[in-house]
């Protein structure tokens, strides 16, 4: 006999594999179901954090952490696809993870009002960053972080247009960058969106267990020609 709590189960079941239909086209039920036990934490809730919140928030990703302290603001709304103007004064993290909810029932988004250091002394069990900070002393403390846990992380960066993104496992991000305070130039949203989405992919098949080429830096930008150009650098490995 059937019990009620198993034909919930067995329907949520199927609904979700309708939710995920061409996904589970790519690479099976088994796989779709093994990413409800992924978590993830995404540090920063910005231009960077916003599109990743949304390539990878109805992914079927089980648990979603979302970091920021930061508020929106009025020069934010443009490139950062989360926010619209009347959210100005509202918490970042806030906001995406309520979208990542709303937009998937099989996702758990939590959202933490803090900066980085403040939120790894949590010590929350996670399978994988995904960098969306703005600077690059956060992206040292990051590296530092997931040194210790042994965990790999995504760094992504955009300025102009031009990025750069490197799902990072063994190299160490502090020997092969300059740590230092940088004021970012000016930026438009396709750019940072196109980023982020390099970075959603390689964490997304990562989680599903797919290849992924660890510790190259990707580099792109257009050059005078308006040209797109992708360069590929192998970081130092430790």
């Known amino acids: 006999i059937i019990t009620f709590l198993s034909q919930n189960k067995l329907l949520r079941g199927f609904n979700m594999m ?20 992924k978590k993830i934490a995404i540090i920063g809730s910005g231009g960077l954090g916003s599109s990743l919140a949304y390539a990878l928030g109805a992914s079927g990703i089980g648990e979603i952490h979302m970091i920021d302290f930061d508020e929106v603001s009025l020069h934010n709304v443009h490139r950062q696809i ?12 806030e906001i995406n993870a309520k979208i990542i909810e709303d937009r998937c029932p099989y996702v758990k988004a939590y959202s933490h009002n803090c900066d980085f250091n403040t939120w790894a002394a949590k010590n929350i069990e996670i399978d994988l960053i995904i960098d969306a900070t703005d600077n690059l002393p956060t992206r040292g403390d990051i590296n530092t972080y997931a040194k210790k846990k042994n965990l790999p992380w995504v760094y992504g960066s955009v300025e102009a247009f031009h990025g750069q993104v ?25 750019i940072v969106m196109h980023i982020a989405s390099l970075q959603a992919n390689l964490a997304l098949r990562y989680l599903a267990g797919l290849s992924v ?17 992708t360069q590929k650098f192998g970081l130092p490995v430790t």
């Open 166 to 190: 490197c799902f990072i496992q063994n190299a160490s991000f502090s020997d092969a960058f300059k740590i230092i305070n940088k004021t970012p130039a000016g930026i438009a949203a396709p």
């Open 18 to 37: 309708q939710y995920f239909h061409r996904q589970v086209q790519l690479w099976g039920e088994e796989t779709q179901i093994k990413l409800q036990n």
């Open 213 to 229: 080429k660890k510790d190259m830096l990707y580099y792109l930008f257009f050059n005078d020609e308006g040209e797109l150009i």
């Open 82 to 93: 989360a926010f619209k103007v009347e959210d100005e004064g509202k918490n970042k993290a």
